[in-house]
């Protein structure tokens, strides 16, 4: 079976712009969760979907959003960059909610 | 604050010692699970414990779950050079309580010498 994949693996973007990442969940997860994941904040909780519903949200300006699609595949969008967006971004799909969670590589994002 | 806080932020240890890290958490849990990052790669899960199972086993590792002291300890029995990693604890709050998704603790950076 896939792992959890992550597009692209690497970004560089400048102040100001928007940026979209993909996931794609293990076959069959319905649930996918999205971390952003700095030196200076670790590992934070961004939102989670499951079944197209935003079922989670942490504690992230309205400049963070996502969206999860019927075939459960889940984008996330950063609009106007700022250069405290450079991060590492986790994606995470499980079974169901209580499960383990499978990550993906990740993208780097790297704001100028 | 952060729910789960990993104890030492920082350990190192020669191959074939053991190592232990803890997690300490603040609110009431469905399941506490530990999971290994190696040099900034995506997460690998460990090992999943319920908040009614006290112990439990895979292989090298052991983990143990107190919810009356809410904390949990991993111990990393005959430490390999491969297992330099960050490690963190992550838990699953009680959604009806606090209605959020997994939290995850700072992490213990282990460095195991060959």
């Known amino acids: 079976k896939a792992g959890v994949t992550q597009t692209p693996r690497y970004l560089i973007k400048t102040r100001g712009q928007q940026v979209t990442l993909s996931c794609s969940p293990i076959?069959?997860?319905?649930?996918v969760s999205w971390y952003q994941q700095t030196p200076g904040q670790g590992l934070q909780f961004l939102f989670e979907?499951?079944?197209?519903?935003?079922?989670n949200k942490g504690n992230f300006p309205g400049r963070f959003s996502g969206r999860q699609f019927s075939n459960s595949r889940s984008e996330m969008n950063v609009s106007t960059l700022e250069l405290g967006d450079s991060a590492l971004y986790l994606c995470?799909?499980?079974?169901?909610?209580?499960?383990?969670?499978?990550f993906g590589p990740g993208t780097r994002l790297t704001v100028l | 604050s952060q729910q789960g806080e990993e104890d030492p932020q920082a350990l190192s240890i020669q191959e074939g010692e053991n190592a232990t890290m803890n997690c300490s958490y603040k609110?009431?849990?469905?399941?506490l699970q530990w999971y290994r990052q190696n040099s900034g790669r995506g997460l690998v899960h460990l090992i999943l414990?319920?908040?009614?199972?006290r112990e439990k086993h895979s292989g090298r590792l052991r983990v143990t779950l107190d919810t009356s002291k809410k904390s949990s300890s991993l111990l990393i029995t005959a430490s390999r050079a491969a297992d330099t990693a960050s490690y963190f604890c992550?838990?699953?709050?009680?959604?009806?309580?606090?209605?959020?998704?997994?939290?995850f603790g700072p992490g213990t950076r282990l460095s195991v010498l060959p």
């Open positions: 414990i319920r908040s009614n199972e």
């Open positions: 076959s069959g997860h319905r649930s």
């Open positions: 992550a838990t699953d709050p009680d959604r009806d309580n606090y209605g959020q998704n997994f939290v």
């Open positions: 995470a799909s499980s079974l169901a909610q209580a499960n383990e969670q499978f």
């Open positions: 609110t009431s849990i469905n399941n």
């Open positions: 979907y499951f079944s197209e519903t935003q079922r």
